[in-house]
């Protein structure tokens, strides 16, 4: 047989004296035919104890406490207690008392009530309060302020939260608005400072709510009243305050509002004070005195009444005052010579006032009174000087030291000193004048510079004697040592060369341009006496040469054994002529700068000669030309080589870096050397005689392969390999 599975929420409601009812939720099975206990809690907070459905009072929290009912079935419930005791907590007036009960009128702000609330307590709620109050609690500070915006009695209660504390209070809104007082006047014109007898700046407050006021606290001559302003009628409900105080003190008066709502009230302080007095009150001599500069004055005392302070204008430098305790004092030692006339003033208080002195400071002066830079001139020896003058105040003398050239003097009279006279002796002098008698000495320098004559001598020994080529180097530079000149002249240099002093110098350097004789001379400048030097630089001409044979004579074509075409130059400039390259039986001769290259040619092959110009100068303008010798048919002892006439060893081959070529052969003319790689790219291509290839290393740069060789001397060539690994 199949049973019914039922499932039941039993909620029993606890009364107990004192609590609320709280509702207990059980739940449970019933299964047909059988009863099931059920099970349930019953959550309570309680302040002090609690009365438990068992009958026991609990004054502890509880989670163990058990009982059991019988619910609608007939089955046993079982309930478990969760008792928790609150803490009590407690709340204190921590504002004024009877902020907590206090009367306001309607829009006008309530006066702040604060409570204190103990450590247990840490939320809480207000209920109770008019509209437009508000109240924030912040770590154990409740506060309640605003503006209540409803009229009527308000019984407000504050609870905590967790606790048991509670607390509670009254506020009163009267319908009707609280009086207002509104400062209108000039801002702090409600706390003012005058003089005695000085009218003092009206002060005036808006108000609202009142029908009148009361003032206390006015000084002597100052009155107040609430109405319209005599200066005008128009404006309504407002306080005037003025008047001329004539009793010197401080006066803390209020404004009271009367009529309309509440006790509202202004304060503010006019302050009466006397007029200033100065006076001097160190010995009577001291306002006036007369020191030597630098020395300490004695010092000047002014007593001041009701000032706040002095200030004094005027004091020399190194003098000052200061004001303290009413008294303004004027020490120090004037640092600047001077007739000074000081005034000190009071300041603060009322109506300034000034008390005069006057401090003389004294010093002896010297100052140069001969023209401006007389005090450091230099002269020649032997030329007499600008005199020196200087004047002299206060002094009653006057002592030279330092030096003076031999021939020149100094002499104090007059208030005056003087240097003059003529130097016999070069050097620098400098000398010092100290002032004798009246205040502190005083001294004044100077400078004297004697000069000697100029002097002038070569630094690079027979370089001012040379002889150079225009256009291809640099002279040998030519210095010169001076002494006392300021500068340099230099003329007669050719084009190219250039002369300038520097750091007591003179140097000639630079490249001639143009062929020549050139006597240069250079001349000092500044200093005692011109002196100069002189010297020679003769500068060669360039190497010429020019082609006076036909044209075509420099590129010819000749038989073997048959007599060349005679190939003739001019040349100017040179001192010698060679030329190289030319075949056997061709010879080069040079006369009278004619050059002439003739004769029968013996070898055959081509040939390119170089005509080289010698001289002083490098040579120049050389020149080539080609003469080719081709067989006129004939075997003779002059034939042409066959191949087997040029006999040529490589070593090393393999070569790792590079290779030489020994070559012999019957044949002087020059060899062709032409080598290739294995892909025909031409890696080496020159002409080179052939006692200068024996000497040559060839190959350093080429990269690991094989090389065809090639060698041509006239018509005849032979071809090898070389391996670089």
């Known amino acids: 047989m199949k049973k019914t599975v039922l499932t039941l929420a039993i909620t029993i409601l606890s009364v107990l004296s004192g609590i609320a009812k709280t509702p207990l939720n059980y739940s449970g099975k019933l299964t047909s035919g059988t009863c099931e206990t059920t099970y349930g809690t019953d959550v309570q907070n309680a302040c002090t104890s609690y009365k438990w459905i068992d009958g026991k009072t609990y004054t502890a ?8 009912l019988k619910n609608k079935l007939g089955c046993d419930s079982i309930v478990t207690l969760n008792l928790t005791i609150l803490p009590v907590g407690k709340f204190t007036l921590f504002s004024a008392k009877g902020t907590d009960a206090q009367v306001v009128c309607l829009n006008s702000a309530i006066t702040q009530m604060t409570y204190q609330a103990s450590v247990e307590i840490k939320k809480l709620k207000v209920t109770g309060l008019p509209k437009g109050l508000n109240y924030a609690f912040l770590y154990d500070k409740l506060t309640v302020s605003g503006n209540p915006t409803e009229s009527g009695v308000f019984n407000y209660t504050v609870t905590a939260e967790g606790s048991c504390a509670t607390i509670t209070g009254k506020i009163t809104v009267s319908q009707n608005t609280q009086n207002t007082i509104t400062l209108t006047s000039g801002l702090n014109s409600d706390n003012q400072s005058i003089c005695i007898n000085s009218l003092s700046t009206p002060i005036t407050y808006a108000t609202v709510g009142a029908t009148g006021a009361s003032f206390v606290g006015l000084p002597s001559g100052v009155t107040g009243y609430w109405g319209a302003p005599l200066s005008n009628p128009n404006v309504k409900n407002q306080v005037n305050i003025s008047g001329t105080p004539s009793v010197v003190g401080t006066y803390n008066y209020t404004v009271t509002l009367t009529g309309g709502c509440g006790v509202t009230t202004a304060t503010g302080t006019i302050v009466v004070k006397p007029k200033n007095t100065i006076k001097l009150t160190s010995v009577a001599a001291t306002a006036a005195q007369t020191v030597c500069k630098d020395k300490s004055i004695t010092t000047i005392i002014f007593g001041t009444t009701t000032a706040t302070g002095a200030s004094a204008s005027n004091l020399p430098d190194g003098v000052t005052g200061s004001w303290s305790a009413n008294n303004f004092t004027i020490s120090g030692a004037p640092t600047k010579a001077g007739t000074f006339t000081y005034t000190v003033t009071t300041v603060g208080g009322c109506s300034a006032v000034s008390a005069t002195g006057t401090i003389n400071s004294l010093i ?60 016999t002796q070069s050097g620098t002098f400098d000398y010092t004048i100290t002032l004798k008698g009246g205040c502190e000495p005083i001294m004044k320098s100077g400078t004297l510079v004697v000069n000697p004559d100029n002097t002038i001598s070569l630094i690079t020994p027979l370089s001012n004697v040379q002889t150079i080529c225009n256009r291809s180097e640099a002279i040998v530079p030519i210095l010169y040592n001076t002494t006392g000149a300021t500068g340099a002249t230099i003329s007669g240099l050719p084009l190219g060369v250039k002369g300038e002093w520097a750091n007591d110098v003179v140097t000639l350097s630079g490249i001639p341009y143009v062929a020549g004789t050139y006597k240069y001379t250079v001349t000092l400048t500044g200093g005692c006496k011109a002196l100069t030097a002189t010297g020679t630089i003769t500068v060669g001409a360039e190497n010429q040469i020019t082609l006076t044979s036909a044209a075509g004579t420099i590129d010819q074509k000749v038989k073997l054994t048959a007599k060349m075409t005679n190939i003739t130059y001019t040349t100017s400039g040179a001192t010698s002529v060679d030329v190289t390259g030319l075949p056997t039986g061709v010879t080069g001769t040079w006369t009278n700068n004619t050059l002439t290259i003739s004769g029968t040619p013996k070898s055959l092959g081509s040939s390119t000669y170089i005509v080289n110009l010698r001289s002083v100068c490098p040579k120049l303008n050389a020149t080539t030309g080609k003469i080719t010798v081709s067989s006129n048919g004939l075997r003779t002892a002059l034939s042409p080589v066959s191949a087997s006439n040029i006999e040529v060893t490589s070593y090393p081959n393999p070569f790792s870096t590079a290779f030489k070529m020994n070559v012999v052969s019957q044949s002087e003319e020059p060899i062709a050397v032409q080598i290739t790689d294995m892909v025909g790219r031409i890696v080496e291509n020159h002409v080179i005689n052939s006692y200068e290839l024996s000497e040559k290393e060839i190959g350093e740069a080429y990269p690991v392969g094989v090389y065809n060789v090639v060698l041509t001397q006239g018509s005849e060539t032979t071809t090898f390999r070389i391996v670089k690994q």
Do not use: M, R
């Open 61 to 68: 929290n509880n989670n163990t406490a058990t009982f059991k």
């Open 364 to 423: 002896n002066t010297i100052a140069l009174s001969s023209a401006a830079g007389t005090d450091a001139q230099k002269v020649c020896k032997g030329t007499a000087i600008i005199p020196v003058t200087y004047a002299t105040t206060n002094a009653t003398g006057a002592t030279l030291g330092g030096t003076l050239p031999t021939g020149v003097t100094g002499t104090w009279a007059a208030n005056k000193f003087t240097i003059s006279g003529t130097p």
